[in-house]
């Protein structure tokens, strides 16, 4: 009888003793305290995580497991989000350049993973520049895209002419060719030379080969004013490509460039809500700023001038009987743009011209505006601001769901250093077009979805450890156009595939990201 009390009373005391018992996770990192936005829902969650290798190995309640890990992460006070995805940067020469490639001004921004290849210009051919990036090291992970005018050019020049039969399966062999080696689409910027020369049968045999791939078609439209075809026409060749190539498409930097345009963004939303409604996968990033920047020449130069290249442009310039039609297609350009007052030089060779607008620099050299234009191009390439777009439409724009973050981040323009901390501080605590979640959730796994990235842009077990904790208070730009090259501050952890890149605020030295392949 006491025999048999006692063996109950044991099993009892034992299974108690199981149910007690914490299962243990082994892991590099915890991370624990912190207010953890998934990417995905609204709400935050108290959640711990742990990341073991370059994955997230456990996402849940602090006290449901034991976790054994060499570093703990008290983000007490901080929000721990997916890291940001930027659909569309400039950092390719940087990202090549063994000195520059650890891209800081996008990691203290909060972002992980970067876009190369937009505006159809792309490194040629990406296999070499994967492989030199992988030589030296990434300080972020960098998705490719194959340049349309890059594909262009290695066929046909920069001649401004119709593709031929002939010539379009070249540019289709070696579409296939970028997309074998990893792109995860094509871009085109069909506001530039020579991408502008395409019509729109070009740009759909193209994507055709691009949607075989499963990939993704990006474009800088061939008009965001009043340029050529103007603003909503460029809207709806876009939708009309996605429609007949049959893939997913995505305007770059969308935006009303223009007093022309001022306030269409209300007309574009609804064609575009039209088109999706349609099935046509339709979708836009988008940076926080008034000012859009760009070459000198590509601004306010008319194209059919740019044919053949710059030294082919000086010389109808210099040619009698077409430089005045040059200098008064320029001067209707400079209009478009708000006129020469509203065009700050931000890049030049001659330094003195930088921080000085269009009109400052016309006045000092006693020239009219669109003189002054071709007097400077003379020194080489010349980058601008060009302050020409509207609150309204910003605002209207960043308020829709297909619309995510991205900086378009080149020398010259405060967004390269601070797109999406600016983003947080003037449209999520300042002016309340978002919430902290809508606004990650569109910096994160929405642009990761739209890219098609597998297992990123989320924090979910099983998914790649790309992770960002930031201070709430902190977090902001501090790059201006007098001053573009100040880092952004508020990010306290950087971890990229598992591995941190920026411990308590201090960027750590290591290159952590990869070079992705579709």
């Given at each position: 009888m006491n025999h048999t009390i006692s063996f109950g009373c044991f099993t009892a005391s034992v299974l108690l003793m199981l149910s007690c018992t914490k299962p243990k996770v082994g892991a590099d990192i915890l991370i624990e305290n912190g207010t953890v936005y998934n990417g995905v829902d609204a709400e935050p969650k108290k959640l711990s995580i742990a990341i073991k290798g370059d994955k997230i190995v456990y996402m849940g309640k602090a006290d449901s497991v034991e976790v054994v890990a060499p570093k703990t992460i008290d983000a007490n006070g901080l929000v721990v989000s997916p890291g940001f995805i930027d659909p569309h940067t400039h950092a390719t020469a940087d990202l090549e350049d063994s000195e520059k490639s650890d891209n800081t001004p996008f990691l203290f921004q909060g972002i992980t993973t970067v876009t190369v290849g937009n505006d159809g210009s792309s490194p040629y051919p990406l296999q070499g520049y994967r492989s030199q990036c992988g030589d030296h090291g990434v300080g972020t992970n960098v998705v490719l895209l194959v340049g349309h005018g890059t594909v262009r050019k290695e066929v046909m020049?920069?001649?401004?002419?119709?593709?031929?039969?002939?010539?379009?399966?070249?540019m289709e062999k070696l579409v296939q060719q970028e997309m074998d080696a990893g792109a995860f689409g094509m871009s085109t910027?069909?506001?530039?030379?020579?991408?502008?020369?395409?019509?729109?049968?070009?740009?759909?045999?193209?994507?055709?080969?691009?949607?075989?791939?499963?990939g993704v078609y990006d474009t800088h439209m061939r008009d965001e004013s009043t340029y050529s075809i103007g603003l909503i026409p460029a809207i709806r060749e876009t939708i009309e490509i996605g429609q007949r190539a049959q893939l997913p498409v995505h305007i770059s930097h969308i935006k009303c460039l223009g007093v022309e345009v001022w306030k269409q963004s209300d007309s574009i939303i609804d064609i575009i809500e039209a088109a999706r409604k349609k099935g046509v996968d339709i979708t836009a990033n988008q940076y926080p700023y008034e000012a859009s920047a760009t070459g000198l020449q590509s601004a306010v130069v008319p194209r059919w001038a740019e044919s053949g290249g710059k030294d082919s442009l000086f010389i109808r310039y210099g040619n009698a009987g077409l430089r005045n039609q040059i200098l008064e297609q320029t001067q209707?350009?400079?209009?478009?743009?708000?006129?020469?007052?509203?065009?700050?030089?931000?890049?030049?060779?001659?330094k003195d011209y930088e921080g000085k607008t269009l009109l400052e620099i016309s006045e000092s050299l006693n020239m009219k505006p669109e003189e002054t234009v071709f007097k400077i191009l003379e020194e080489g390439y010349i980058k601008i601001a060009s302050f020409n777009m509207n609150s309204y439409d910003i605002a209207n724009f960043m308020d829709e769901p297909w619309v995510v973050t991205g900086s378009d981040g080149g020398s010259g323009h405060p967004r390269k250093y601070g797109t999406f901390p600016r983003k947080y501080n003037k449209y999520v605590k300042g002016d309340r077009i978002l919430d902290l979640g809508g606004f990650i959730k569109q910096s994160s796994s929405v642009t990761a979805d739209i890219l098609r990235i597998p297992e990123r842009g989320k924090l979910l077990e099983g998914y790649f450890a790309d992770i960002i904790i930031f201070d709430p208070e902190t977090f902001k730009d501090l790059a201006t156009y007098n001053d573009a090259f100040q880092l952004a501050q508020g990010v306290k952890y950087s971890i990229i595939n598992g591995e941190l890149s920026i411990d308590e605020g201090e960027y750590t030295g290591e290159r952590n990201g990869i070079v992705l392949k579709k």
């Amino acid at each position: 009888m006491n025999h048999t009390i006692s063996f109950g009373c044991f099993t009892a005391s034992v299974l108690l003793m199981l149910s007690c018992t914490k299962p243990k996770v082994g892991a590099d990192i915890l991370i624990e305290n912190g207010t953890v936005y998934n990417g995905v829902d609204a709400e935050p969650k108290k959640l711990s995580i742990a990341i073991k290798g370059d994955k997230i190995v456990y996402m849940g309640k602090a006290d449901s497991v034991e976790v054994v890990a060499p570093k703990t992460i008290d983000a007490n006070g901080l929000v721990v989000s997916p890291g940001f995805i930027d659909p569309h940067t400039h950092a390719t020469a940087d990202l090549e350049d063994s000195e520059k490639s650890d891209n800081t001004p996008f990691l203290f921004q909060g972002i992980t993973t970067v876009t190369v290849g937009n505006d159809g210009s792309s490194p040629y051919p990406l296999q070499g520049y994967r492989s030199q990036c992988g030589d030296h090291g990434v300080g972020t992970n960098v998705v490719l895209l194959v340049g349309h005018g890059t594909v262009r050019k290695e066929v046909m020049g920069k001649s401004d002419r119709k593709a031929s039969a002939e010539e379009i399966q070249k540019m289709e062999k070696l579409v296939q060719q970028e997309m074998d080696a990893g792109a995860f689409g094509m871009s085109t910027g069909l506001f530039y030379a020579p991408g502008s020369y395409s019509d729109t049968e070009e740009i759909v045999a193209l994507a055709m080969v691009v949607a075989k791939n499963n990939g993704v078609y990006d474009t800088h439209m061939r008009d965001e004013s009043t340029y050529s075809i103007g603003l909503i026409p460029a809207i709806r060749e876009t939708i009309e490509i996605g429609q007949r190539a049959q893939l997913p498409v995505h305007i770059s930097h969308i935006k009303c460039l223009g007093v022309e345009v001022w306030k269409q963004s209300d007309s574009i939303i609804d064609i575009i809500e039209a088109a999706r409604k349609k099935g046509v996968d339709i979708t836009a990033n988008q940076y926080p700023y008034e000012a859009s920047a760009t070459g000198l020449q590509s601004a306010v130069v008319p194209r059919w001038a740019e044919s053949g290249g710059k030294d082919s442009l000086f010389i109808r310039y210099g040619n009698a009987g077409l430089r005045n039609q040059i200098l008064e297609q320029t001067q209707n350009n400079i209009a478009r743009r708000g006129g020469p007052n509203t065009l700050l030089i931000v890049q030049s060779p001659k330094k003195d011209y930088e921080g000085k607008t269009l009109l400052e620099i016309s006045e000092s050299l006693n020239m009219k505006p669109e003189e002054t234009v071709f007097k400077i191009l003379e020194e080489g390439y010349i980058k601008i601001a060009s302050f020409n777009m509207n609150s309204y439409d910003i605002a209207n724009f960043m308020d829709e769901p297909w619309v995510v973050t991205g900086s378009d981040g080149g020398s010259g323009h405060p967004r390269k250093y601070g797109t999406f901390p600016r983003k947080y501080n003037k449209y999520v605590k300042g002016d309340r077009i978002l919430d902290l979640g809508g606004f990650i959730k569109q910096s994160s796994s929405v642009t990761a979805d739209i890219l098609r990235i597998p297992e990123r842009g989320k924090l979910l077990e099983g998914y790649f450890a790309d992770i960002i904790i930031f201070d709430p208070e902190t977090f902001k730009d501090l790059a201006t156009y007098n001053d573009a090259f100040q880092l952004a501050q508020g990010v306290k952890y950087s971890i990229i595939n598992g591995e941190l890149s920026i411990d308590e605020g201090e960027y750590t030295g290591e290159r952590n990201g990869i070079v992705l392949k579709k």
